[in-house]
């Protein structure tokens, strides 16, 4: 999916973990994520680890001005 999935994991954890209350992705986050093709990820949406919340990290590529991720 043109993404370093470690660095998406370490970066955007804090973001996307339940009960998360960040108002915004990191910008380290956000580098993790730029470029990546995001249709492709939304094949794993469901196979995200426990503690993570899916619609947080749906909303990440919108809230670094990447635009929507549309599954």
């Known amino acids: 999916c043109n993404v370093d999935t470690d660095s998406l994991v370490n970066n955007c954890r804090s973001y ?3 009960g998360s209350n960040e108002a915004s992705p ?3 986050c956000c580098g ?3 470029g990546a093709n995001f249709k492709c990820l939304c ?3 469901g196979l995200l680890p426990k503690g993570i ?3 947080r990290a749906m909303q990440i590529p919108a809230k670094c001005g990447y635009g929507a991720a549309s599954c």
Do not use: I
């Open 53 to 55: 919340d899916a619609n």
């Open 16 to 18: 996307c973990a339940v």
């Open 32 to 34: 993790a994520v730029r």
């Open 26 to 28: 990191s910008g380290a």
């Open 43 to 45: 094949k794993y949406k």
